[in-house]
């Protein structure tokens, strides 16, 4: 090798090495740059474009958005749904006289009524019964049947697949809540899969629940059974509701807009309920549409209702003991907590204190507060000698005779007093 030669290569050998030192510089400089931290991603007003709300039943049923359907029993509230399901499956005419616009597939699930009372509905109707499709359960799973609160996306899924998407229908939408129904946090994890699925797809769904028993004169929104999340998630509240009739009278029922977010939130329909042949001994529900409707849904619940009077706080106590029961199911927990989920459920708390003492649920005195807890089974009684909670139970009771010269009885009826001291249950 020649001089120049062995010379260029020294040189390449040199420039190597001083490339590998680069390197390394760099690779030891770039991990010292920090990683790009978690930020909160803005979005200015201007870029945001504004949509026109797109609706199924306009005024009624909103396309891409969940919508409630509720009542009492007997108001028909599943024949309705499926009336209007056949609405859209004809492309046909609304209760107000409007076109549907845009036919297309309806989706039922129904948790209550077997496949063939919901085709007999449908049939009765007037539904196209190749644009209906009853959702009866899943595939790969052993037969296991659909859950609308663990399957939502499977059924997204699959209703992607339909050429026209426009209605699904969850009779009872509480089905759809994996946790407890009266929570809030429960409620709006569990329906958040099915506001996606409506928003994703562009599909109308309207969920089926039921009033609270004790009830009757209150907020209709207010009066949807179980967390007052799902009325708050809807954006639009449908109520039913039986009218007050002589005995001449034909049967009549209202179906009045409750709340509306996105429209007119009052008005609504008279209508009465016909059974017809559909087959050979085979006979189907439907609605038969009638007046139109002025007023709030208050309003017009308050004239239309009959139910007594004398049942509705004997009504209302039910519920909260039903309440109260499943709060206390798992354990004791604290009152405050309590009260705080039966203001969300829609109960007083008069008549949750009325509910603790006809359970005979006991108070337990805690570091952090006072807490609820079903009595134990087996136990004699809640003032039991043996008992240390109940020689707590003698301790506020001979407190509050000293108060008041009066004897209290049992620990639940003490329960309802309230505040007797410093240092007493708060409830």
């Known amino acids: 090798m020649s001089a120049k030669s062995a010379a260029v290569v020294d040189a390449a050998v040199a420039a190597h090495g001083g490339a590998d030192r680069l390197l390394d510089r760099l690779t030891v400089g770039l991990s010292a740059v920090p990683r790009s931290l978690p930020a909160v991603r803005l979005l ?3 870029a945001v474009v ?13 396309a891409g958005m969940l919508t409630l359907l509720g009542g009492a029993p007997g108001c028909g509230k599943t024949t309705i749904a499926l009336d209007l399901a056949a609405t859209i499956t004809t492309g046909g005419t609304w209760p107000d006289g409007a076109r549907c616009r845009q036919a297309g597939d309806v989706m039922v699930w129904s ?8 085709a007999s509905r449908l049939v009765a109707s007037g539904a196209d019964m190749r644009r209906v499709h009853l959702i009866d359960g899943v595939t790969g799973c052993d037969g296991e049947g659909f859950d609308p609160g663990r399957h939502m996306d499977l059924l997204e899924s699959t209703a992607s697949k339909l050429a026209a998407p426009r209605l699904l229908i969850l009779d009872p939408i ?35 629940t039921h009033f609270s028993k004790g009830t009757g004169g209150r907020d209709p929104v ?14 639009l509240v449908l109520v039913a509701a039986k009218v007050k009739r002589e005995e001449d009278e034909e049967p009549r029922r209202v179906l009045v807009r409750a709340k509306s977010n996105i429209g007119p939130d009052d008005g609504g329909f008279a209508y009465g309920l016909e059974r017809i042949e559909v087959a050979p001994d085979v006979e189907g529900q439907r609605v038969h549409w009638l007046e139109p409707l002025e007023g709030t849904a208050r309003e017009v619940l308050a004239e239309a209702e009959a139910n007594p009077e004398g049942d509705e706080e004997s009504s209302a106590l039910d519920e909260a003991v039903q309440f109260l029961r499943s709060e206390l199911r798992d354990g004791p927990k604290p009152a405050k907590a309590i009260f705080r989920e039966a203001r969300d459920a829609g109960h007083s708390e008069r008549t949750i204190k009325r509910a603790k003492a006809e359970l005979q649920a006991e108070s337990i005195k805690e570091k952090v507060g006072w807490a609820w807890a079903l009595p134990v089974k087996g136990a004699k009684s809640a003032n039991s000698a043996n008992d240390s909670k109940a020689q707590t139970a003698g ?5 509050a005779k000293s108060a008041s010269g009066s004897s209290l009885g049992n620990l639940g009826t003490l329960g309802t007093l309230g505040t007797l001291a410093d240092g007493s249950e708060v409830i």
């Open 50 to 62: 504004l949509e026109a709300v797109q609706w199924a039943w306009p005024g009624y049923l909103p």
């Open 222 to 235: 207010e009066r949807i059974t179980g967390s007052l999340a799902f009325a708050a998630l809807a954006r």
């Open 395 to 399: 301790t506020l009771e001979e407190t």
């Open 44 to 46: 200015r007003g201007d």
């Open 111 to 118: 948790g209550e009524d077997p496949h063939a009372v919901t």
């Open 174 to 208: 509480v089905s759809a809540v994996t946790g407890d129904g009266h929570k809030s946090n429960d409620v709006r994890r569990s329906l958040q899969p099915v506001v996606d699925l409506a928003h994703r797809l562009g599909c109308a769904v309207l969920g089926i």
